[in-house]
């Protein structure tokens, strides 16, 4: 008996299967007709032989007659057998076309159940971002985490609602509290606290998950690759992105409180840094931008190294452009490598600034005086005609 096929002819393994052929079944007349007619055949031929005279040729030609008949019983019971054997072979194909669609149905149902599993798992995450109590809105955060880490198709979309909540308003709580404080105010003292954490918790979410492990070739299991990041206008609380990689980088208009650290950090897409404030330190040291970086009119309140970090700009106008920036502190940029064009038109430099690398400073202003490694490039009016005009800003 042959096996049934793996897929039926002209019909893939998850469409619909071809119309099956259908076995007519034998008429019960044919075998109650034709049996006895074959026997009668056979037994006249016989008859008339012997009523004739038996001679060899006769003995030969009843020989014959038994032979015809035999065969024709041959013939018919061979018939039967291929019949048999067809209907057994499309009874068994009924049961794998039947097995089949069971298997698709499952699978259906099952990929359906886990969507809607994700579904409110992520709904009701998101709800308790919007709970007014802060351990309902930090289980909410580490419920979309656990849901971003078991399912790859959501980190994005979990790094944007981070982001999103991260975007929201908030005034950083008082370093202390008076004494005579009311009631309501130290109720919103408390609040702020707070939020405080969740949104340390939340920054650490994502940094956690941005890191690949830095001693070994493969990143570890927790890092989320290819992901951007959209923090525009957000405060952000002692953010620390060392040695993270990022793809594309959205800070316009943030504002870092206490430090902010992106050592050794990749950014393999645009960074916007520009009308960012940074009111503590902000280290950029190793940092790489793959693609252009943008600080323009952004403020450093306090000392801002970028030492020995690289700028390789794609293009003519992809590098670094710190046009307008205020430099408050010590700005350092010993050793950075400007492979693209480096724009600090307009940038004002409150502090030391330290340069090894070219750039150029068109209507820089230096309040302590020009630094000596600075003199030679800010000794320049414009930059190489073939570079063409600085950039908007």
Not at 157 to 172: D, G, K, Q
Not at 206 to 214: F, I, N, V, W
Not at 231 to 260: P, S, V
């Amino acid at each position: 008996m042959s096996e049934p096929p793996a897929v039926l002819p002209n019909a893939s393994a998850d469409g619909p299967p071809p119309r099956r052929p259908v076995l007519t079944p034998i008429p019960r007349w044919v075998i109650v007709v034709g049996v006895p007619v074959m026997v009668l055949v056979a037994v006249a031929t016989v008859w008339l032989l012997l009523g004739i005279g038996v001679t060899g040729d006769k003995l030969d030609a009843i020989r014959t007659g038994g032979t015809l008949g035999v065969g024709l019983g041959g013939v018919a019971v061979l018939w039967l057998a291929v019949r048999r054997q067809r209907s057994t072979e499309l009874d068994l194909l009924q049961k794998y076309e039947a097995h089949r669609l069971a298997e698709r149905v499952a699978a259906h149902s099952a990929e359906d159940a886990v969507e809607r599993r994700i579904t409110e798992l992520y709904t009701k995450a998101v709800e308790q971002l919007g709970s007014e109590k802060a351990p309902v809105r930090l289980g909410g955060l580490y419920a979309l985490e656990r849901l971003a880490q078991n399912n790859t198709s959501q980190r994005q979309t979990i790094v944007n609602v981070t982001c999103a909540y991260l975007r929201m308003p908030y005034t950083p709580p008082d370093l202390q509290l008076s004494d005579n404080a009311d009631t309501e105010t130290r109720t919103v003292h408390e609040q702020r606290v707070q939020e405080r954490q969740v949104r340390l918790t939340a920054q650490r979410l994502l940094t956690t998950h941005l890191r690949p492990d830095p001693d070994s070739d493969h990143p570890v299991e927790t890092f989320w690759d290819g992901i951007d990041l959209d923090l525009t206008g957000a405060t952000l609380i002692n953010l620390d992105l060392r040695l993270c990689h990022i793809r594309t980088a959205q800070f316009t208009g943030a504002t870092f409180t206490e430090i902010a650290r992106f050592d050794h950090a990749t950014f393999t897409g645009p960074a916007w840094f520009d009308h960012a404030t940074f009111t503590g330190p902000a280290w950029f040291e190793r940092a790489t931008f793959t693609e252009i970086a943008r600080f323009d009119q952004a403020t450093f309140t306090e000392d801002a190294r970028f030492d020995q970090a690289t700028f390789t700009g794609i293009s003519l106008y992809a590098g670094a452009t710190f046009g307008g920036a205020t430099f408050g502190g010590d700005a350092r940029f010993a050793g950075a490598t400007f492979t693209g064009s480096a724009w600090f038109d307009g940038a004002t430099f409150g502090g030391d600034a330290q340069f090894t690398a070219g750039a150029w400073f068109d209507g820089a202003t230096f309040k302590g005086g020009v630094p000596p490694e600075v003199a030679r490039f800010a000794a320049e009016a414009s930059p190489p005609a073939e570079a063409g005009a600085a950039p908007d800003h």
